[in-house]
């Protein structure tokens, strides 16, 4: 967000500008993409049966379903994910897609281990590590950027503050 990084960069706090400048960009995303994802998603099964025609499989609008949920969040994700570079905060967005990665991992593994032990595989137990590794992510960007802006706001001098002799 090069807006971010421009206000990060003046000499007066600019921490409550770059907060409404996320506000602004979450509350976009959410009055556009809602009603989009809700469509997609309360029609799933009819707009992937005429996409699919003959190739239709009943899995598929589930699937689809629990990949909607996962991108929804992940798309709230994004202003805080730009923001946070903007603000020279990138290591904040490595260590958020670090934790979605261990995230994947570990319950990917604990489904095949539980798959091999009960000789079964379920295709929605994956897609809902998925879905949590994405919403923790996002939850983890809200809060480092909450937490960079604590010390942005700590370390940048302020209009109110009389300049040093």
């Known amino acids: 967000m090069p807006e971010a990084s421009r206000l990060s960069g003046m000499s007066e ?3 409550r500008r770059i907060k409404e400048l996320i506000q602004r960009a979450v509350k976009g995303l959410l009055i556009t993409a809602t009603p989009l994802y809700l469509l997609l998603f309360v029609f799933a099964s009819p707009l992937t049966h005429v996409w699919l025609r003959q190739s239709f499989n ?3 609008p589930s699937t689809l379903r629990f990949f909607l949920v996962g991108t929804f969040f992940s798309l709230l994700g994004t202003p805080y994910y730009y923001a ?3 603000l020279g905060r990138a290591q904040f ?7 979605q990665f261990v995230v994947c991992i570990v319950g990917v593994l604990a489904i095949l281990k539980t798959a091999k032990i009960e000789k079964t595989f379920e295709l929605p137990a994956v ?3 998925a879905d949590i590794a994405l919403t923790l992510s ?3 960007l809200v809060l480092l950027m909450a937490k960079a802006l604590a010390r942005y706001e700590q370390q940048a001098p302020s209009v109110l503050e009389p300049a040093a002799a």
């Open 127 to 129: 897609l809902g590590v």
């Open 138 to 140: 996002t939850l983890v």
């Open 93 to 99: 967005v490595l260590w958020a897609n670090a934790l």
């Open 13 to 15: 706090c600019q921490a």
């Open 58 to 60: 009943p899995a598929v």
């Open 84 to 86: 946070l570079i903007g």
